[in-house]
C-alpha cells in the first residue's frame, strides 16, 4: 500500500533566508531547497499563507518532494 501524501500528525513549518528554503518537521528533521527555486516556492508559500489556505497538507506535499528529489527520484531533465 503507498503511503499518504499528507500526514494528519505530522506538523511543519517553513523558513526562507538567502536563497535556502527550510522545511522543517515536528522531530526537528530538516530539508533544504537552495537557490532561485527556493525563492519561487518560498513565494508561493507566502501568497498561499496569506490567503488563508491551510498550510500542512501544502507543506507535507513539498516535504515528500523535496525528500524524493534529494533520494534522487525526481531528477530534473536535461535540456537539450
Given at each position: 500500500?503507498?503511503?499518504?501524501?499528507?500526514?494528519?500528525?505530522?506538523?511543519?513549518?517553513?523558513?526562507?533566508?538567502?536563497?535556502?528554503?527550510?522545511?522543517?518537521?515536528?522531530?526537528?528533521?530538516?530539508?533544504?531547497?537552495?537557490?532561485?527555486?527556493?525563492?519561487?516556492?518560498?513565494?508561493?508559500?507566502?501568497?498561499?499563507?496569506?490567503?488563508?489556505?491551510?498550510?500542512?497538507?501544502?507543506?507535507?506535499?513539498?516535504?515528500?518532494?523535496?525528500?524524493?528529489g534529494s533520494a534522487g527520484l525526481i531528477c530534473p531533465e536535461e535540456v537539450s
Open positions: 500500500m503507498a503511503e499518504p501524501l499528507f500526514e494528519i500528525d505530522r506538523r511543519y513549518r517553513w523558513s526562507y533566508a538567502d536563497d535556502r528554503l527550510l522545511l522543517t518537521d515536528v522531530t526537528n528533521a530538516t530539508l533544504a531547497v537552495n537557490g532561485e527555486l527556493a525563492g519561487r516556492i518560498a513565494d508561493g508559500l507566502q501568497m498561499l499563507e496569506a490567503a488563508g489556505i491551510y498550510m500542512q497538507p501544502v507543506l507535507s506535499l513539498l516535504w515528500h518532494a523535496a525528500a524524493a
